[in-house]
């Protein structure tokens, strides 16, 4: 289970908008070729949440080339498995597991491309995450890829800046199964509402620069970067933790409420912004946007336990912690869900990969959820008799 600074930050009552601590990003040097391990030189801060939130809107002829732009980049125009080879000195990176690590390495990607002919391109790497970045959880950790605009030209990842990466955390066929459930659970998600990451699956393989040697070759996940999802939702990122269930879009944060039930997810929180990202557009509206589902019930890795308090004896144990409603109000979201059922499940069974017994283990799983929505009794028990404080509030 993952700690947002040494707790679970319980989801509450009031937006306090005090400015937060600018936290320099890992990137790019702007200059000169980087070493193993060197730190990033300082940077201009970032925009406090508070003056973002204060900043004047671009004009709406800006804000639609903005999301035409987004809705148009190449990693994200098709689902086919992308074949990448990364090779870095991957001994020093994968012995920075500190959280707060700026460091950064060079590496280089190689994508294939059309014909048979490839592209190599030069990246910078940085370790990222909370749990699977402990050594004692992951072997490999979850990565950052960070590009220069002019190199990545007439490639998948033309205009793209920086990517999280989902890696296998260990190299092991399990694990692997892991990365594409994760995958299959972002999936779901664009089903059910555009609000929602993008994702790109890649067949990566790991080589270590100095040896020549093959580390991996693993399924790994590329996720769209947040500015580019704000962006193609004619909104803006933000980062305001502490904001109460009232200050977001009803119908956005029932349906994301009700999505981490589906996929069995009590790893996130609202009031922390653990999991969540915020965006907002020019009407003011705050929407949620989930990731990182690896401690799901759909994934159930190894090493995931869902927080004691909850009461729930595994991560297969659905538990709803979002809005309390009456179950008319939930109607329309719970159809919304319905009517994507037939699709969610045509998406499990067509996903490149999964073993025969981890999608029959899936399709269980989902329909479980999609049975409760078709009894009443089930979705009051649920949804509106089960909905309390403590689940929300942990």
Request: glycine content about 6%.
């Amino acid at each position: 289970m993952r700690w947002r600074s040494g707790v679970w930050a319980p989801i509450a009552f009031l937006v306090v908008t005090a400015p937060a601590v600018p936290v320099v990003p890992h990137g790019v040097h702007a200059a000169g070729e980087p070493q193993a391990g060197q730190a990033k030189p300082a940077e201009k801060p970032k925009k406090t949440p508070a003056e973002k939130l204060d900043a004047p809107w671009p004009d709406a002829g800006t804000i639609e080339k903005r999301r035409k732009e987004a809705e148009a980049l190449p990693l994200f125009q098709t689902q086919d498995p992308l074949a990448i080879t990364i090779a870095a000195a991957f001994g020093p990176v994968m012995a920075d597991r500190d959280t707060s690590s700026t460091k950064t390495f060079p590496a280089s990607l190689t994508v294939a491309g059309g014909e048979g002919s490839s592209v190599t391109i030069p990246v910078t790497l940085r370790t990222r995450g909370q749990l699977r970045l402990s050594s004692t959880v992951c072997t490999f950790p979850p990565l950052g890829v960070s590009f220069t605009k002019k190199e990545v030209k007439a490639t998948p990842f033309d205009g793209q800046r920086e990517l999280d990466m989902v890696t296998h955390c260990q190299d092991d066929d399990d694990y692997d199964q892991n990365v594409l459930k994760e995958y299959l659970a972002y999936r779901l998600y664009n089903l059910i509402t555009p609000r929602s990451f993008r994702v790109r699956l890649a067949q990566a393989t790991y080589v270590d620069a100095r040896s020549g040697r093959k580390l991996a070759s693993r399924h790994a996940i590329f996720i769209e970067d947040e500015d580019d999802l704000a962006r193609r939702l004619e909104g803006r990122a933000l980062e305001f933790p502490r904001t109460a269930f009232n200050n977001y879009d009803g119908e956005a944060l029932t349906t994301m409420a009700v999505f981490q039930y589906m996929i069995g997810n009590t790893d996130y929180s609202i009031w922390g912004l653990h999991n969540v990202k915020q965006v907002q557009t020019r009407s003011r509206p705050l929407y949620p946007i989930i990731w990182d589902f690896d401690v799901s019930g759909l994934v159930s890795p190894p090493y995931g336990a869902p927080d004691p308090r909850l009461g729930l004896a595994s991560l297969r144990a659905r538990l709803y912690r979002g809005p309390c409603r009456s179950l008319e109000a939930f109607e329309p979201t719970f159809a919304a869900f319905r009517a994507k059922e037939a699709e969610s499940m045509a998406l499990v069974r067509s996903l490149p990969g999964l073993r025969p017994f981890q999608r029959r283990l899936t399709e269980q799983f989902l329909t479980r959820f999609y049975d409760t929505l078709r009894s009443k009794e089930a979705m009051k028990k649920e949804f509106v008799d089960r909905c309390n404080t403590k689940a929300i509030t942990i």
